[in-house]
């Protein structure tokens, strides 16, 4: 990935989080398995600092500060796909709205031919099925790339409010990918609704799970930002 692509990619970012200043925020791109560092991340950022990542109990990164204790006013998340793998960060400020975020990409192959077409009709709603000839724009594989990293950028990006949540409470919220619909192809950042994860939203706060997208090569790139009402 070049530096146009991280580039427009951070541009995403920065529009999702806009409403709110933006904080400071980026993308960044690697060759898969380039930040790891056993079960730790090591992201270096275009500012020449770099994110150390540690995983939560649910395998979602979060980011050790120097003194070896998560730091959860850093939102992060990391996806990898085929030989490409990308990190989306934000500081939110305290009392923003923001409160999680997520990232994913779908290659287009994946969703394309048979196997594809098999796998599309287990795992998408109708309404998905409706906007993802839309979504694509004449792309149908495209399509149903965006679908399936929408809801898997949205289902990462609660993990920042769960962890908070685990924090002091017992009782286990669980979900899972296919609780993410997409609600809209009309613009270019729609919103996931939120089907059976609706309770778990509801406990953690949280009112809306915003989407942009974009593509990479032949790849499907999603970023969600979940809100607080
Ligand atoms: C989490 C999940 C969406 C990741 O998608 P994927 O296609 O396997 O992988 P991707 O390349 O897009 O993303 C991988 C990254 O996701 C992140 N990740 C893993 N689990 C996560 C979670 N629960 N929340 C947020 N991010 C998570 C990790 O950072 C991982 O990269 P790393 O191992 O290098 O740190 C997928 O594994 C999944 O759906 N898991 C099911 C979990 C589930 O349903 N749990 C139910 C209980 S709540």
Not at 16 to 38: E, H, N, S
Not at 115 to 126: E, I, K, P, S, V
Not at 170 to 189: G, I, K, P, W
């Amino acid at each position: 990935m070049g530096m146009a692509d991280a580039e427009r990619a951070a541009s995403l970012l920065e529009t999702l989080l806009t409403p709110d200043g933006p904080p400071p925020c980026g993308v960044t791109f690697a060759p898969t398995g380039l930040w790891a560092q056993g079960d730790r991340r090591l992201v270096p950022l275009e500012s020449g600092r770099a994110l150390l990542l540690d995983h939560d109990e649910r395998e979602a990164p979060v980011r050790l500060n120097t003194s070896d204790s998560w730091d959860d006013t850093l939102l992060v998340s990391l996806t990898d796909e085929e030989e490409t793998c990308a990190c989306a960060w934000a500081r939110v400020p305290e009392g923003s709205s923001v409160a999680g975020l997520g990232i994913d990409l779908a290659s287009t192959q994946d969703f394309a031919g048979e196997r594809g077409a098999r796998f599309n009709r287990l795992l998408f709603t109708q309404r998905e099925h409706e906007l993802a000839p839309i979504l694509g724009g004449g792309n149908l594989a495209l399509g149903y790339a965006y679908a399936f990293a929408a809801k898997e950028a949205a289902f990462k990006a609660l993990a920042a409010p769960l962890r908070r949540w685990y924090q002091t409470h017992q009782e286990e919220l669980l979900f899972d990918v296919r609780c993410f619909e997409l609600a809209d192809a009309n613009h270019e950042s729609g919103t996931a609704r939120k089907g059976q994860a609706q309770r778990a939203m509801d406990m953690l706060g949280i009112a809306t799970i915003e989407l942009g997208r974009m593509t990479l090569g032949d790849k499907a790139l999603t970023i969600a930002v979940a809100r607080r009402a």
